[in-house]
């Protein structure tokens, strides 16, 4: 039996011990915890007391509890996958994704209008409640059973240029790319990353943890005059996926000199 001797209530003594054991590796990551019964004779603490402190280890993110199996010690933190965040452009002027084959649709796609909320619209660097198609995906990646959530959203202005996005707005990104490029843009992209917690539906859809956090990318393709056409946006769990950007040296514009 380990004595608990730390101060403060029961449960969080026997939760400091649970997670002093995690930290040193005696419980393994991907392991069953010990059950409640084997905690308390451990510990010597009621039901009660163990419960309270597996569930404040739940809502560190340390455990996981899977209904029907027990509590499982979460992974050491390595992603199972790795988001390749480049573009490519064939020698026939199409565009390439290293990840974009690799995704299965678990669902079909959902396509419909909408209008630009403040920070869609901000996105976009058009005005609040302007029309939008839209398109959601859910996808799966085979290799490891990753989910993500993937959206495209085209303004109705970008879109009654180039008809066949008005048509079919559930397009491919890649050939979204390819459709504005042989419209004439220079295309360019820009995209921002940001930590947050999950929302019922983006955790009933991405299967989560509990405790888990998804990574939010939101992806703007610029055209001619930097002008923005199309925003994506991409979610999948942080314990699950990290994003890999390759970093390219801008060119400094060269200095005027007095005469």
Same mark, same amino acid.
């Given at each position: 039996?380990? &004595? ?8 969080q003594?026997? @939760? /400091? ?5 995690? !930290? ?11 059950? &409640? ?5 451990r ?12 569930a404040?280890l739940? @809502? +560190?993110? !340390? #455990? %996981?509890?899977? =209904? ?7 992974? %050491?933190?390595?992603? @199972? ?5 480049r573009?490519?452009?064939?020698? %026939?002027?199409?565009?390439a994704?290293?990840?974009g084959?690799?995704? =299965? ?8 209008? *909408?209008?630009?909320?403040?920070? *869609? ?9 302007e $029309? ?7 996808? *799966? ?12 959203? #085209?303004?109705?202005?970008?879109? &009654? ?6 048509? +079919?707005?559930?397009?491919?990104? /890649? ?5 504005l ?13 940001? $930590? ?12 989560l ?6 990574? =939010?990318?939101?992806r ?8 923005a056409?199309?925003l &994506? +946006?991409?979610?999948?769990?942080a %314990? ?7 970093? *390219?040296?801008d ?7 007095? $005469?």
């Amino acid at each position: 039996m380990s &004595e608990i001797q730390r101060p403060g209530a029961l449960y969080q003594q026997v @939760a /400091a011990a649970i997670r002093e054991a995690i !930290l040193t590796g005696e419980f393994a990551p991907n392991s069953l915890l010990p059950s &409640e019964a084997q905690l308390m004779g451990r510990y010597g603490v009621s039901r009660p007391t163990v419960r309270n402190a597996i569930a404040a280890l739940r @809502a +560190e993110g !340390l #455990i %996981d509890v899977r =209904h029907g199996k027990g509590s499982f010690v979460r992974s %050491d933190g390595q992603p @199972a996958l790795t988001l390749e965040r480049r573009i490519t452009r064939t020698p %026939d002027g199409t565009f390439a994704m290293p990840n974009g084959d690799l995704w =299965h649709e678990a669902e079909q796609p959902s396509t419909y209008r *909408t209008r630009t909320t403040k920070v *869609t619209g901000r996105l976009l660097q058009i005005d609040e409640e302007e $029309a939008l198609f839209g398109c959601d995906r859910l996808l *799966t990646d085979p290799g490891t059973g990753t989910r993500a959530m993937h959206r495209t959203l #085209i303004p109705f202005e970008v879109a &009654e240029t180039v008809p066949q996005l008005a048509e +079919e707005p559930g397009t491919h990104p /890649a050939a979204i790319y390819h459709l504005l490029a042989q419209d004439g843009h220079a295309l360019s992209w820009t995209e921002t990353v940001r $930590a947050r917690m999950p929302l019922p539906d983006e955790r009933t859809a991405l299967q989560l943890p509990d405790a888990t956090p998804i990574l =939010h990318l939101s992806r703007v393709t610029h055209g001619t005059d930097d002008r923005a056409l199309v925003l &994506e +946006e991409l979610r999948i769990g942080a %314990d699950r996926a990290e994003a890999s950007y390759r970093v *390219t040296v801008d060119k400094q514009p060269a200095r005027r000199t007095r $005469a």
